[in-house]
């Protein structure tokens, strides 16, 4: 029972080869192989002519990271390292510092002094921007920046992950918005650099580049911020 359909098949295959082409088959035999070629003429061109060119990537695409800062210049990374044990990797370094009066670059007390990601770990699963409380870690779609010919130049350190200061603003380190906490910076109560710190920022770096461009805002009135209960709770 098992043989008999395999030799039908077999009885096929060879009447296929035994018969002869038609005439018009062997006529159109040596160009038949360009229909292939002809039609994919006429089909729509998927070749993506990088790096002249580039690539459409998908809005959330794992690029390069980023470290954010806050509407009024200052950094949200708090150095608290969470990034880094995420890490399958151990593709991050940090060392975290406190903020002093003279020297304050993130709401609260402490902010990130080193900040390294080693690119020739990173995998760009993501967990470290899974981890990061406070969305200072976050991934752009670049990626065609991520090449070198040496090691070193793919540790990027701080100041290369560092996002732009915003629009209108003034860069850290200067003191938070007046009458501010921490946790008001975490609700988004902050819009933008206040009169008083563009004039701190003019008094103690006035080479600095942001200058130029600083824009006052107001701060948050009292009433606007809420109580920190009232702050636990909307975090829930
Ligand atoms: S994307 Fe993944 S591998 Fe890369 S630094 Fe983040 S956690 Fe580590
Ligand atoms: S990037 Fe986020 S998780 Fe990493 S140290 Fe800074 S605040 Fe913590």
């Known amino acids: 029972m098992t043989d008999r359909p395999h030799r039908s098949r077999g009885s096929q295959h060879d009447k296929w080869l035994r018969d002869a082409p ?4 062997r006529a159109f035999a040596p160009v038949a192989g360009y229909g292939v070629t002809i039609s994919s ?9 990088y790096p002249f060119e580039p690539p459409q990537v ?18 949200k990374c708090i150095g608290c390292e969470l990034c880094a044990w995420a890490c399958p990797a151990d593709a991050i370094y ?7 009066p003279g020297a304050q670059y993130s709401p609260g007390e402490r902010y990130g002094r080193v900040y390294q990601i080693n690119y020739l770990r990173c995998i760009f699963c993501g967990m470290c921007i899974e981890a990061c409380p406070t969305r200072a870690l976050t991934m752009s779609t670049d990626f065609d920046e991520l090449v070198g010919p040496g090691r070193e130049g793919l540790i990027y350190e701080k100041e290369d992950l ?3 200061v915003p629009e209108g603003a003034v860069g850290a380190p200067h003191p938070m918005v007046e009458g501010t906490e921490d946790s008001d910076y975490y609700r988004g109560k902050v819009v933008g650099s206040t009169q008083a710190q563009i004039d701190w920022v003019r008094a103690h770096r006035p080479e600095d580049p942001s200058l130029g461009a600083a824009r006052a805002k107001a701060a948050p009135t009292a009433s606007g911020r809420g109580s920190r209960h009232t702050v636990k709770g909307a975090l829930r």
């Open 41 to 49: 003429m006429f089909r729509p061109v998927v070749t993506e002519q």
């Open 162 to 164: 560092l996002a732009p």
């Open 22 to 25: 038609s005439a018009l088959a």
């Open 58 to 75: 998908m809005p959330r695409y794992h690029g390069r990271h980023q470290l954010n800062r806050y509407d009024d210049g200052l950094e």
């Open 94 to 100: 940090v060392e975290a510092a406190s903020n002093e």
